[in-house]
């Protein structure tokens, strides 16, 4: 059984569950348990040893950390805080996806954007993926690109797109 661990420093499990069942509505039934959910409102390495134990008790696959800026503490643009959370992130020996913002002139600005903080952010980082959203979608859709911007290992994937769109009754 696949297991996710969902570490989220920026909404309420309601919010979560909410924006799970939008995506998931009419597809396929996520198993109960198969998401586990726990919000945190200190920097990663406060928590650090009570999310290992989580990652090897429950057998999980897939952490998201949801996000870098929080994960990293007080000035997480600094070199100390952002290699102290990433480093926490790679000892969970798991497959990490940790999003992270971008400052509001690389969002405006329409070439690649870095995740905000201290360049270690993206040369530790083993791969990196900037998502945008194209703002000329309407209120009942979402188009979102993907663009790969690093890869450690490998060729870079294309980019690709996605498109959500909302049926409201």
């Known amino acids: 059984v696949d297991r996710v661990l969902y570490l989220d420093w920026e909404a309420d499990q309601a919010t979560h569950e909410e924006r799970l069942w939008s995506l998931t509505v009419g597809r396929e039934t996520i198993p109960a348990g198969a998401i586990l959910y726990r919000p945190l409102f200190r920097p990663l390495v406060?928590?650090?040893?009570?999310?290992?134990t989580e990652v090897a008790r429950h057998g999980i696959n897939l952490?998201?950390?949801?996000?870098?800026?929080p994960a990293c503490g007080t000035e997480p643009e600094g070199a100390d805080?952002?290699?102290?959370?990433?480093?926490?992130?790679?000892?969970?020996?798991?497959?990490?996806?940790?999003?992270?913002?971008?400052?509001?002139?690389?969002a405006d600005n329409s070439g690649p954007a870095r995740p905000f903080g201290s360049v270690f952010?993206?040369?530790?980082?083993?791969?990196?993926?900037?998502?945008?959203?194209?703002?000329?979608?309407?209120?009942?859709?979402?188009?979102?690109?993907?663009?790969?911007?690093?890869?450690?290992?490998?060729?870079?994937?294309?980019?690709?797109?996605?498109?959500f769109v909302y049926e409201f009754d």
Do not use: M
């Open 121 to 163: 952010v993206q040369n530790l980082a083993r791969s990196t993926i900037e998502v945008r959203r194209d703002e000329g979608t309407g209120d009942d859709e979402i188009t979102v690109s993907l663009y790969h911007r690093k890869c450690n290992v490998g060729p870079k994937a294309r980019a690709s797109a996605l498109r």
């Open 63 to 69: 952490v998201i950390c949801d996000s870098l800026a």
């Open 46 to 52: 406060d928590h650090l040893e009570q999310v290992q």
């Open 81 to 106: 805080a952002a290699v102290g959370a990433l480093n926490a992130l790679r000892s969970l020996t798991t497959t990490v996806i940790c999003l992270a913002h971008v400052s509001k002139s690389a």
